[in-house]
């Protein structure tokens, strides 16, 4: 059977292999960004995402109560608690410590480290410590311990919290959200509106000069976007649109009709052409065939594109920062603020990782949710 005319085994199997892994190639980034967007600093220093779900060993730094709580015991002063209590980081097993950064591991779990003056420290599996001195404590901050601990998988909200709520301007992730979905949603409309009517005149209009309006078009899908950014911010400057949601919203139209024209005309030439035909025969108008027929058959098309222009928009950064011109960030949208946290936070990758998904969620739910229409839509129009 395997030898039938048409089949060829050998070729599908190549063909599904290929599909798997460039889905796994794409998948694991982000499920690896998923998982560390809750995971502390330390977790993410100390090992791969991958190994989140396991128990994994690592070194944190913590302190002893503040001198403040200090107690008298027989005679001489006392400070007990648990290292790992009010210093956010999860409770572990402890397999070695010390009182210097030279000599991390140099004590195991219930031996005393003699520091001379300050005191003899005791520490337990569990964490918890007993610092005891003659004399009485003074400062304003506990002795620094190195720990080496096993933890437990543990997992974290308060990055979302700091990068949702946050009120200052460097973290706060909820503002530039509300302003990306400001930039994208006008951004996607407006285009498709324009280019749905343009789009019906070019396949079932006849006018003078239609032929060189499709070669226009199909022209200026080669144009590269930089080319177009001076010269375009120069003229949005000269109107007084060029610092602000409107300029942008103007731009991001220019540089996605092209494409959105070439695409929805080419779906509307292959629309039934008995159907337009006998509308008019009926007495419909251009514009009742365009409303009642042509826009309800070429759904496909105007959800594909509507796709594409969504998640251009939305992860642009180029020309937000060209055409959003705003020191007080009032404007700021969500791919420029990631670029702030790498430049005044680079070292917090927790932050990083977490601004990172909340940016790229709302495209994945808009892909998932409309990816029937995608293919359709860049198909239709190819085949006659």
Known sequence: MDSIAGRKPALAWAVHLSVALLVLLWLLPTLGLFVSSFRTADQISSSGWWKALFPQEQTMILRTAAPETQQEIDGAHAIEGNLFEGAGAPAGRITAWGTSSREIAAYAPGETAD??????????ENGDYTLV??????????????????????????????????????????????????????????????????????????????????????????VPLQLALIPLLKLHLEVGIGKGYLGVWLAHTGFGMPLAIYLLRNYMVGLPKDIIENAR??????FQIFMKIILPLSFPALASFAIFQFLWTWNDLLVALVFLIDSSGETTVMTRQIVELLGTRGGNWEILATAAFVSISVPLVVFFFMQKYLVRGLLAGSVK
């Open 133 to 222: 001195n003659e004399a009485e404590f003074t400062g304003s901050r506990g002795e620094r311990v190195f720990l080496t601990a096993t933890t437990p998988p543990s997992f974290t909200l308060d990055n979302y919290r700091t990068v949702l709520f946050s009120g200052s301007a460097t973290d706060n992730m909820g503002r530039a959200f509300v302003n990306t979905l400001t930039v994208t949603i006008p951004a996607t409309v407006i285009p498709i509106l324009i280019a749905a009517f343009a789009a019906y005149a070019l396949a079932w209009m006849d006018f003078p000069g239609r032929a060189l309006l499709i070669a226009a078009v199909v022209a200026l899908l080669v």
């Open 115 to 124: 520091m001379g003056e300050d005191g003899r420290l005791t520490v337990e």
């Open 281 to 286: 025969v009926d007495g419909a108008t251009d």
